[in-house]
């Protein structure tokens, strides 16, 4: 199915590294032998997750590599009775956890084509963590048929196996499905620059690309800290389990689960996190200075708590400290003369702008 590495001529032009092969659907209709991936070289990887790899041959036709190379393998859905491989050489499977193996995975229609998950597939909301070092290029697409697209995010407990996401999720409080919708709106001028910034630095969904004079909502803030953490170099990006979906009574998105895990969200108690609320100013600095620091940025604190702002009683006891850093810094500047005006919401593309900066600032690379 998929060939990693080089062609011809030597080995030292061959591509290196991880193949990162995560939550395709991955089917072959040949009578013979399928192999998944081929790697050319011993000392490259495969990296196989939340992949649905099905083949309608009988049991036995179907091999992971074909006997070179590394392969780590999760949270897959596979038609039972592969092998290794088809060759004498076996490949090094070091990680080989959480697969699902299976003779269904639950297509809508097969005969038809139509790969999308049908409300008993086992694939719903089995998907696991990707590799830390993918963690910025989550799928954010899906296919239609032909030739087109939609926006792809989690609906109901987790992500699915598989290149599609089910409408049949299991839904927190009957909480339904919804789809983004995606409009042709542009940026502000001023913010043009950002936002094309960000889509070169390919870390954010393109699902907040868009709508972007609406206020964001504490969920998406709470991505942009998680992706902010990531791509300033943090490491130890933290799974999501069984229990942490309780932590929350009204949002199991995995990115709020993620960044309260690594102290940079917090609820409003009662286990209420209000994952559409409009994200307010000093809410976002909060998020900011938290993401920051948790990846090992240094900031300049000198002077800080010293800054007094015009409208300082309005900024709440648990921000002040992140307000006056973010002013310090630089990160995030009031709205003119000391004024921080704490309680305003900020549009999506004020959050971008926001993020863009200091990922492009020098000083936090």
Known sequence: MIHYGGDGGGTEYFRRGTLHLYNNTLVSTRSSNTTLVRLSTDDVTADVRNNIVYTSASSGHLA???GAGIVKLKNNWISEGYRDTFESTKPRIIEDSGN???????????AGQDFNLNETSVCIDNAGDLNAKA???M???EYVKHQNGVARSVIG????IGAFESAYGVHVDNEQPTIPVITNENPSKWALDAIEGLKGMNVVKID?????????SREDFAYLSVVLYKTLGGQNIPSVNPKDLETFSDTSNEYVLKAYK?????GYGNGRFGPNDPVTREQIDVMLIKAMEQAGVTLDKSGANEIVFKDQSQISSWALEAVQLAYKNKIMSGVGDLTIAPK???TREQALVLIYNILSNEAYK
């Open 64 to 66: 992971l590599t074909n």
């Open 100 to 110: 699902i193996i299976g003779t269904n995975p639950g297509f809508s229609n097969f």
């Open 135 to 137: 963690m910025g290029y």
């Open 139 to 141: 799928p954010n697409m």
């Open 157 to 160: 407990n987790g992500s699915d």
């Open 208 to 216: 907040l690309l868009n709508n972007y004079k609406n206020n964001i």
């Open 262 to 266: 690594l102290n940079i969200v917090n």
């Open 344 to 346: 305003n919401n900020t």
